[in-house]
């Protein structure tokens, strides 16, 4: 029982807890950056590239035969996956920036002073201080 009550503490930590949701706000959000980029972004880039279709590319290093099929090297579904962690890489970038610009910024910490003006002849002197240096007039 020492081995539940064990995983138990682990289970419930803050950070373990603050993980499990950070990954699946993270699969979610995942969803969308997938779907600006397929659905937002790749359309536009495929009509100025002229309809190229990169998953087609590949090079037949054996034909195939009775027995076997074709052995080819794919590069174009690689330039595909590239292209597109690229554009889900800015995707997030992009999006990122944004929240961050709307967070709230912590106001500054309150700095005290550390001089005071001296009532009788306007000078700026030490906030503990008792006597004006300048006028020497006694201070309350």
């Known amino acids: 029982m020492n081995f539940v009550k064990e995983f138990k503490e682990f289970a419930m930590r803050g950070n373990v807890v603050d993980m499990a949701v ?5 699969a979610a959000f ?17 009509l100025v590239l002229g309809n190229v279709d990169f998953s087609q590319l590949s090079v037949t290093l054996r034909e195939a035969t009775a027995e076997a099929e074709a052995v080819t090297l794919n590069y174009g579904m690689f330039i595909n996956t590239v292209l597109d962690f690229v ?6 970038f992009l999006l990122i920036k944004q929240v961050n610009r709307f967070k709230r910024q912590p106001e500054p910490a309150a700095v005290e002073p550390t001089t005071k003006e001296c009532p009788k002849c306007c000078s700026s ?3 503990k201080a008792s006597r004006c240096p300048f006028c020497t007039s006694e201070l309350a």
């Open 125 to 127: 002197i030490p906030v």
């Open 87 to 92: 554009l889900v890489a800015f995707a997030i």
């Open 30 to 46: 995942g969803k969308i950056v997938t779907s600006l980029v397929n659905d937002v972004i790749m359309p536009p880039i495929g």
């Open 22 to 26: 950070g990954i699946i706000i993270g």
